[in-house]
Structure formats: structure tokens, C-alpha cells
């Protein structure tokens, strides 16, 4: 039974059409035994198939939800279609999840079943699973060796598979899948938010395809491309990007893990790949300290060539021919220096998105310049999540580019300082905007009203359309002296900067502006070798007047810039980095606001205790 021609509304279609369409040998790449090895397309639908009809002899019908608890790989996109075939609900859970989320999601979802990964996630559902009486069968994608747990109903997911894989399961599937309809909730994703419960954004099969077929034409891709699938699939943009992928014939490969994404460029050498910011900013770090560590002659090659490639950058923005000297110098430029630093992402890549923060318009800059196209874009969960996009031949940095075909955007509350406009809330109305927050009608009334969806960010939109996002709303603050500003343009200030990781600016109600900061310690350890300062631990690093002095100095370099009660007046530097397992990133690596003022409370309070702004270090 084939998928009709123009009824792809729903992602059962578009996934089936993707297997009769393309029938690719390489339909999907994933490492075991040491190396990339291909799937087909046609092997893939009898895994779908055969896992569906075994999810189905277990309890999951239609409507029911289905919990997915694992690091991104090619079981967990086969768990999601055969979930979605069935007419169930797929319910991704981040696998950095505490055990309290875990719980709280299991529960409010009212999950029948959970696939997840691994033996530390199956230890986690272990601990709550007595205090889950809806759960009633658990799937491992890694062997289970345990005869205890067998005995409690933990299966493992390819023996699975492998009962249930015979000729007939395909067909059964296939007219399964093609009863969904358009309108139908394939999917309930828990943000993971900065603070209290998460919640759950209910989305359709139509949000999801009708975002899908509104960006699909604006970055034609085709079969011969490879694309690099290792953000989060718990996350709705690489989600939505790899139906994407499949609806155009690109071959899925998916990395092993961040740490392992580096090796797994090289061996994929893919041509398109989604990121987050922070995987540029350190790119761009790594590439900053080789060329300090170099010889006097190769940082000037390194400078000529970086100056050569912005020459060329508004031309390779606007898809203009460039002028015959500017390519000459960029053409030796790349030889010399560009080839070997686009080799580290595999030597292939054409196209990244970039998504889920922003991204500063100077790190930008320098991926244009040496040769990658960089397209920044907007969008949440509730909206499935593209609102706006750079484009070929239509970008511009230190914007999200214009708003997709079929999605409007309103511009709402005014925030405005003597100085000029903070920015104003986005609305955003469309086919791809959330049916609301699953069992939270209080949340849904404020988010949701009059056919428009609060975002809460904050934004200005200039005259060509392009949209530029200038904060979120929840985190503008006042200063006493009742100046508004936006922490996220001071944090965007530092990304990419050679000597700063991560940084929180603070100030609510404050006299002043103040920022708590996590340095780049291989920068500074290699300041302190320079200058013979001599340390023991990363406290005693960050504590030396001298290093103390030397971040002082960047700090204000930073914002010289900007209008006095925007400046950061006093800074903490700190001897370690914010991060998920601490809890003080969100699993879309956000920094959690309200824990880290709450874990440093004291350090805050002294700093403002100070009459003189200064720095302090702890």
C-alpha cells in the first residue's frame, strides 16, 4: 500500500513516502563495531514494522503515550515512528533528566510504556517505577543481562524487534500508520525550562508537517547530502530536522555523543548539520588558541587570511559574485588556511543551522569567513518549532532572519528605555503553533489567547523583515534607578570570547549591573605559565590578583560599548563551569537562572554589599 500523492499531513506519511520515494541503501548510518555502518530504507520499515506490532501486543493502542528515555540513535527514531504508526503518543524525555523530573513526567503523562537506552537510564526507572502503577512495560535498547529484571517485565528491544520482524507485520503497519489523522497529537515534549515543573507542549501531526513542508523549500536538499544528527532528538529541532532529512532523501548519521562528535565528523564527513551556539563558540575557541600557540609568521598568515575572508563575507551573504580581487585574496586564503578548519567538521559541510540560543553576530561573521554557511534561526517547542530563518541569499547577522511562508508574527508590549526600544514581545499565529500545554488550562489562557501564542521573547523586526531577538521577558529586570535591561544582549557580548566560557549577568532592583563568570581555563592557565604564576588548583587560579586583573580588563573592554546602566560594574569569577549534571544548565544547555543566583546567593549579596564596585573572585 503506497502513501497517495499529496496526503503527506501527517509524519506517517511523510515517513513512509521517504522509504517508497528514495528506497536508499543508506537511508540512516550508525557506529557499531567500531565504524559507521549503513541501514537501508526498506530495513528500517521491517524494524518499524516489527517493533510496532510488539509495542502493540504489549498495551500501546491509540492516544496512549509512550515515553522515550534515551541519547539521540537510530533506535530512538525508529521507537518514534513505530509509536506514531500505532496512533500513540511519543513522549521524549531528556536522558540528563534527575530522577524527580523522570517522575513527574512519567506521571503526568500518563506513560504506558518506556523505551529507554541504557543500564544507568533503566537504573532510574527502577528507583520510581513502584510509584507509577500507569506503567506497564519497559524496553532497553542495550542488552539486558539482569534475570531479575526480566522477571519484572524489562525486555530487551531488539529481541523485540526480532520476534516480531516477518513479511506480514510490514503491511499491517502501513495501514495502521495511514489511519492517523491530521489533527491528531503525535507528541507531548516536557520543556525542560529554567524554572519549576516542566511543562508539556502537546503537538500535532499537522504542526509538525505543515513546519516541515514550510521550510523544506527554502534549503533544497537531495539525496547525495549526509546529515550529522547529534542534538538532542528530545528537542524539537532536530526532531523536526531529521523528518525534514528523510522527507528529502538525506541520509541520517548519528553521532555517538558531544564528546565523540568531533571523531564522528571525520568518519561521516557529513554535508548539513543542525548546532547549538556553544559548538560553534568552541570551534571557533579551539581555532582562536592554535593560532596563539603559533609562530609570529603563522599568526599573521592566520590574520591576512581571516581579513581576506571578510572581505568576501556581504557578498557570500547576499549570493553576489565577488569582486575579482577580493576572490583572488579569499581563494589563497582558503588554500593556506580556511580548508584546514573546515576539516575539522569533516571537509564536506555545506550547511549548518544554527538554533535554540543565539548566536553572536562576530561568531557568525567568522564561520561566513572561512567558508561555512551559518543560518541562525527562531522557534520553541510550541511552534514546532521554525518561526524565522536566514536564508541562501537572504541573511543577515545578528538576526533570525525573516519569518517562514504561512507563519505570521505580531509584535506585542512595548519595553523602552530613554535610550531606545529593549524590544517587544513576539506573537506568533499559524499552522505550527501548539494546540496548548497539555492539562494546564491556567498556562494555556495566558500563553494561548485570541488565535496568537505569547512567546514571551522579546524582539524588534526591521524594514526588511528580518527579526532580531533582544532578550526573554521573564528575565528583564529593572535597575533600581528603573532602567530596563536585557541580560541575554550583555551575556551574547561574550560569546566566543577567548577568555570567557559562560557567564549570568545580574541586576534586578540592583543599583547596578553585576555578572557572575566562568573563565576559559585553558586560556588562563596558559596566561599563568606566560607570566609565572604559579597555582595549585583552579581556586587558587582564579583567586591571583593578576589573573584577577587580567578579567577585569576584558570585562571592560567588553563594555565600553555600551550606555552607563548596561555596563557591568562587578564581576565574580568562578572555579568551575555551569553544567547540566550540577543542574545548573537545562538540557538545551540554557543556563538555569533562578538555581545559580540561588547557589551563589551569598557571593551575590557580598558583591552588592561592596560600596565601590570592583571585581571579585572566588
Not at 533570525?400 to 508590549?413: A, F, K, M, S, T
Not at 555551569?578 to 549579596?605: A, H, M, N, Q
Request: hydrophobic share 40%.
Amino acid at each position: 500500500m503506497k502513501v497517495p500523492s499529496g496526503s503527506l499531513t501527517t509524519l506517517n506519511t511523510l515517513f513512509l513516502s521517504a522509504v517508497d520515494r528514495y528506497r536508499k541503501p543508506d537511508a540512516f548510518l550508525t557506529k557499531r563495531d567500531g565504524r559507521y555502518q549503513p541501514v537501508s530504507s526498506e530495513e528500517a520499515l521491517r524494524k518499524v514494522a516489527a517493533l510496532a506490532r510488539g509495542l502493540e501486543k504489549r498495551g500501546l493502542g491509540r492516544g496512549d503515550r509512550l515515553a522515550i528515555l534515551a541519547e539521540s540513535r537510530l533506535e530512538w527514531s525508529l521507537t518514534d515512528y513505530a509509536a506514531l504508526g500505532l496512533g500513540a503518543v511519543s513522549v521524549p524525555i531528556y536522558p540528563t533528566f534527575l530522577d524527580f523530573d523522570l517522575e513527574y513526567i512519567l506521571r503526568d503523562s500518563g506513560a504506558k510504556g518506556v523505551v529507554l537506552s541504557t543500564a544507568d537510564q533503566l537504573r532510574k526507572i527502577r528507583d520510581i517505577h513502584s510509584r507509577l502503577p500507569e506503567l506497564e512495560f519497559v524496553l532497553v535498547m542495550d542488552e539486558v543481562v539482569d534475570p531479575v529484571l526480566r522477571e519484572k517485565g524489562v525486555e530487551g528491544w531488539w529481541e523485540v524487534v526480532a520476534s516480531e520482524d516477518r513479511p506480514e507485520a510490514v503491511e499491517s503497519f502501513r495501514a495502521r500508520a495511514l489511519q492517523a489523522d491530521a489533527g491528531d497529537i503525535a507528541t507531548i515534549l516536557y520543556t525542560s525550562g529554567t524554572t519549576g515543573n516542566p511543562k508539556g507542549v502537546m503537538l500535532t501531526h499537522a504542526n509538525l508537517a505543515s513546519n516541515i513542508h514550510a521550510t523544506v523549500d527554502l534549503f533544497p536538499l537531495n539525496p547525495v547530502d549526509v546529515g550529522m544528527s547529534f542534538l538532542p532528538l528530545s528537542h524539537i529541532f532536530e526532531r523536526m530536522l531529521d523528518f525534514s532529512y528523510l522527507h528529502q532523501g538525506v541520509s541520517i548519521a548519528y553521532a555517538e555523543s558531544f564528546e565523540a562528535l568531533p571523531q564522528n565528523l571525520l568518519e561521516v564527513r557529513p554535508t548539513v548539520m543542525a548546532v547549538v551556539p556553544r559548538v560553534l563558540e568552541k570551534v571557533y575557541e579551539r581555532v582562536q588558541e592554535t593560532v596563539r600557540q603559533g609562530s609570529p609568521t603563522r599568526q599573521k598568515l592566520f590574520a591576512w587570511a581571516l581579513r581576506a575572508g571578510y572581505a568576501a563575507v556581504p557578498y557570500r551573504l547576499e549570493h553576489r559574485p565577488l569582486p575579482l580581487g577580493i576572490a583572488l585574496r579569499r581563494g589563497l586564503g582558503d588554500r593556506l588556511v580556511f580548508h584546514k578548519i573546515r576539516g575539522r567538521l569533516g571537509g564536506r559541510v555545506s550547511v549548518i543551522f544554527s538554533g535554540s540560543a543565539p548566536l553572536s553576530a562576530d561568531v557568525g561573521r567568522f564561520f561566513w569567513a572561512v567558508g561555512l554557511s551559518v543560518y541562525e534561526g527562531y522557534g520553541l517547542t510550541e511552534t514546532s518549532p521554525v518561526i524565522a530563518v536566514n536564508l541562501p541569499g537572504r541573511t543577515r547577522l545578528g538576526t533570525v532572519g525573516p519569518v517562514i511562508p504561512g507563519v505570521e508574527v505580531r509584535l506585542g508590549d512595548d519595553f523602552s528605555n530613554d535610550e531606545g526600544r529593549v524590544g517587544r514581545e513576539i506573537l506568533v499565529s499559524g499552522p505550527n503553533v501548539s494546540p496548548g500545554y497539555y492539562k494546564l488550562e491556567d498556562e494555556n489562557r495566558q500563553a494561548f489567547s485570541d488565535g496568537w501564542f505569547h512567546t514571551g521573547d522579546l524582539g524588534t523586526m526591521d524594514a526588511d523583515g528580518f527579526l532580531a531577538i533582544t532578550g526573554r521577558k521573564k528575565h528583564l529586570f529593572k535597575t533600581s534607578g528603573g532602567k530596563y535591561v536585557p541580560p541575554e544582549k550583555l551575556e551574547n557580548l561574550f560569546q566566543g570570547h577567548p577568555c570567557i566560557t559562560q557567564v549570568l549577568v545580574i541586576g534586578d532592583r540592583r543599583k547596578f549591573v553585576s555578572a557572575l563568570i566562568v573563565p576559559n581555563f585553558q586560556r588562563l592557565e596558559a596566561y599563568a605559565s606566560e607570566h609565572g604564576i604559579s597555582f595549585a588548583t583552579r581556586e587558587d587560579l582564579v583567586g591571583h590578583h593578576e589573573i584577577r586583573a587580567f578579567v577585569e580588563r576584558h570585562v571592560e573592554t567588553l563594555m565600553a560599548a555600551l550606555p552607563p546602566h548596561e555596563r557591568v560594574r562587578q564581576i565574580a569569577v568562578l572555579p568551575r563551569e555551569f553544567t547540566i549534571e550540577s543542574g545548573e544548565l537545562s538540557p538545551s544547555l540554557k543556563i538555569r537562572r533562578r538555581v545559580v543566583e540561588e547557589r551563589y546567593r551569598d557571593l551575590i549579596e557580598e558583591m552588592y554589599q561592596r560600596r565601590v564596585p570592583h571585581v571579585q573572585v572566588v
